[in-house]
Nanobody, 122 residues
């Protein structure tokens, strides 16, 4: 069974950087979709950045384009989200999620990690 464990969250000042990691296990599919989502207090969950392993295509929310980068280390079965130029509005719980459908989309995923808190102070 697919399991995801996030790490790397914390408290950072505006303009700073963080790298989130998602350790994946139990994935038996050759290709799939995997990505990062976030939910801020009082707001709906949103897709931040997702990738399809079929062709390596990626999606970024408009609010993070140019600041966040999604990547994978296939040897380590780990997904990363490099976050730079962080803003207070990036404050949220960030989740890693998996879906067996090998297409580029970034909502309604099948399997979710536990989440990691990112707090950006002004």
């Amino acid at each position: 069974e697919v399991q995801l464990v996030e790490s790397g969250g914390g408290l950072v000042q505006a303009g700073g950087s963080l790298r989130l990691s998602c350790a994946a296990s139990g994935i038996t599919f050759d290709d799939y979709a995997i990505g990062w989502f976030r939910q801020a207090p009082g707001k709906e969950r949103e897709g931040v950045s997702c990738i399809s392993t079929r062709d390596g295509s990626t999606y970024y929310a408009d609010s993070v384009k140019g600041r966040f980068t999604i990547s994978r280390d296939t040897a380590k079965n780990t997904l990363y989200l490099q976050m730079s130029s962080l803003k207070p509005e990036d404050t949220a719980v960030y989740y890693c999620a998996f879906d067996p459908r090998p297409v580029l989309f970034c909502d309604e995923y099948d399997i979710w990690g536990q989440g990691t808190q990112v707090t950006v102070s002004s």
